[in-house]
């Protein structure tokens, strides 16, 4: 890790001197919801319009910013960070660069003030170089911390469009009643005072840390040592165990192509009172929505830059969509949590939402759903989701022949067979050990999709036995069998044999 901690209030000679022949390219205001957070300058060796060749520039750049709000908290500072540099850099995973960006973000202890400055050197000979109110926090030796911080002032998706615009250096006339206010922004050395207490409370936390992190390392190692001699006795016995399955994160998938929710041909609704009407299209819509959500659950993958920089809570979004699966007017209010996930559940839905296409039977050419999302970095599991019930008027018009009978319980068991095997792999140590064997469970599948399990045959080796039986309870809960069926359960055999 290439962060070092100084206690100095000056920069070195040799950067004072690099800075001092650079231009001045441009300068704008960072806003967000009307309130200016800072003023920001960007000085080059040579004044220069193009974003591409700037970032590829390597001679001596500096980024400055001026505090101009009365309070820039540390969650702030934290979260614009973290949303501005993940939207305008690809996820490179460098571990060096992450350590370096986490630390950028998470430095303050306490609020930046008016007056405050922030200073992000590259000089072509060092390398990057971050310092607030004249006290060094962070030094690199490459360019890769400076052009992501770079890019989020000339990315794709800057704060604004006129913030990039002037910082390209364009309409720098306009400019002059900006520059006189950034010029007069200045901080006292009483600034600097706090800014080196941040650094000496870090440094000896991170001591602490490092301490403690030894600690642990050396209780893993040991515990490793133990499980591998627990293993290679366990091999060797015979007797049956009763195991408790690690917690399993479920497998993503890609949309679907588009299809359509199937609805059952029903009998005139002339016959029907208002009641079952009502009751009929409230079934198609709760139907519509959970193969919505099921959909959009599979779609969304945890943002690479959100799970590195531990963001995690609940995103839920609203949305119109019609009769096409077309989808309008999203919206949320979701103010308590990073915009990286709120962005990703936004991007599931219209990702998956146009394959879903409702249910003929269901009334309206337009539908408000609504769907949620937990994101947490240890797993990706949801509550489960419950298929709805179809109601009484519904059931009696489901008639299916013999042969559309037997291929739709075939095809259920195909299906619910196939989830639980593609879980199934050879554990490692069971490989090294070159254990073999056949293992079968019987599998009792409720309607609802929920199982009950009993031992059919075990091997000899408890690992693989273990394998099998998580697979099978990390799978559920299992599709819901067929409606259709009319079948409040039904039994399949999980068979493996390791070789």
């Known amino acids: 890790m290439l962060i070092r901690y100084l206690f100095t209030l000056l920069l070195g000679t040799s950067l004072i001197q690099t800075c001092l022949s650079l231009e001045l390219n441009g300068i704008g205001s960072y806003k967000q919801l009307q309130k200016e957070f800072y003023i920001g300058a960007l000085y080059l060796d040579q004044v220069n319009s193009d974003p591409s060749a700037i970032l590829a520039n390597t001679a001596s750049k500096r980024m400055t910013l001026k505090v101009t709000a009365k309070r820039w908290s540390p969650r702030r500072w934290e979260l614009q960070w973290q949303n501005d540099i993940a939207i305008n850099n690809s996820f490179d995973n460098d571990p060096e660069l992450i ?173 029907k009172s208002k009641k079952e009407i009502a009751a009929e299209n409230q079934y198609y819509l709760d139907l519509y929505r959970w193969e919505l959500i099921r959909e959009v659950r599979n779609v969304v993958e945890y943002p690479e830059w959100a799970k590195r920089f531990g963001q995690s809570g609940q995103a839920k979004l609203t949305f119109n969509i019609n009769r096409n699966a077309e989808v309008s007017n999203i919206s949320g209010d979701n103010s308590g949590i990073s915009p990286l996930l709120v962005t990703e559940l936004e991007r599931a839905i219209l990702s998956a939402a146009p394959f879903i296409l409702p249910p003929d039977a269901l009334a309206g050419n337009s539908w408000t759903i609504t769907i949620d999302y937990t994101f947490d970095p240890k797993s990706d599991l949801q509550q489960p989701l419950k298929r709805p019930i179809k109601p009484k008027s519904l059931v009696s018009a489901d008639n299916i022949s013999r042969a559309d009978y037997k291929a739709t319980l075939s095809n259920y068991i195909d299906d619910v067979t196939g989830i639980i095997m593609g879980r199934i792999e050879y554990p490692v140590w069971a490989k090294q050990l070159n254990q073999k064997g056949k293992v079968a469970f019987e599998v009792e599948i409720n309607r609802n999709g929920s199982i009950s399990i009993s031992e059919k045959t075990l091997s000899r080796h408890q690992i693989l036995n273990q394998e099998v039986l998580d697979a099978i309870k990390a799978s559920e809960p299992l599709p819901p069998i067929p409606e259709a069926l009319n079948l409040n359960r039904t039994q399949i055999t999980i068979e493996y044999d390791f070789k």
């Open 99 to 271: 350590n370096q960006i986490m630390f950028f973000t998470a430095f303050l202890e306490d609020n930046l003030t008016t007056g405050d400055e922030i200073l992000i050197d590259y000089i072509a000979s060092a390398g990057t170089i971050i310092s607030i109110n004249g006290v060094v926090i962070i030094e690199t030796r490459n360019a890769k911390l400076f052009n992501n911080l770079l890019n989020v002032w000339i990315g794709k998706l800057p704060p604004s469009g006129e913030f990039k615009t002037h910082i390209l250096g364009s309409d720098k006339a306009s400019q002059q009643a900006l520059l006189n206010r950034y010029n007069q922004v200045n901080y006292g050395y009483s600034r600097s005072n706090v800014i080196s207490s941040w650094i000496q409370a870090r440094k000896d936390a991170q001591l602490a840390e490092q301490r403690k992190q030894e600690a642990e390392k050396q209780k893993a190692l040991a515990a490793k040592q133990e499980k591998a001699k627990a293993l290679e006795k366990a091999a060797q016995e015979q007797q049956k165990k009763t195991y408790i399955p690690p917690k399993t994160i479920t497998k993503k998938k890609e949309p679907p192509k588009k299809k359509k929710i199937t609805s059952v041909a029903v009998e005139s609704t002339a016959k």
